[in-house]
């Protein structure tokens, strides 16, 4: 059993204590073991990103070229997704999650007008 005892101090708050215990038979100095089980948990999170964030579980075609298509398609969004992040050193959208990146920096309010021949698409004045 490995337990790891933190306090978290946030300004303006009051500490607060936050247990952690991992109950395992690897074998390894706990300190190992622990940094075993962040790595895991992060590769969740990123997979949580996938999913939430991209919508990799968007297979609802009824071909299955079809939706591995699809599947490629959300993978090709995340790794620029990845690279957006990558190259946001120094800001607070560094560590932003991939629904934070879509929404904040991506996602754009549009009116669209269409027509027999054409779509015409309205953007806002504050994003030419």
Not at 11 to 20: G, I, L, Q, V, Y
Request: hydrophobic share 40%.
């Amino acid at each position: 059993m490995i337990i790891k005892a933190e306090v978290i101090r946030l300004p303006r708050r009051e500490p607060s204590c936050n247990p952690r215990f991992v109950v395992t038979n690897l074998p390894g100095t706990p300190a190992v073991v622990s940094q075993l089980y962040c790595q895991r948990g992060d590769v969740e999170n990123r997979l949580k990103e996938l999913h939430d964030g991209v919508g990799l579980d968007r297979t609802s075609c009824s071909r299955f070229w079809a939706n591995q298509f699809r599947v490629l398609l959300t993978a090709a969004a995340y790794v620029l997704l990845q690279e957006l992040r990558r190259r946001a050193v120094g800001t607070t959208r560094a560590t932003a999650q991939v629904s934070t990146l879509r929404e904040r920096l991506l996602r754009l309010a549009v009116w669209g007008k269409g027509s027999v021949h054409r779509l015409v698409l309205h953007l806002p004045r504050f994003a030419p």
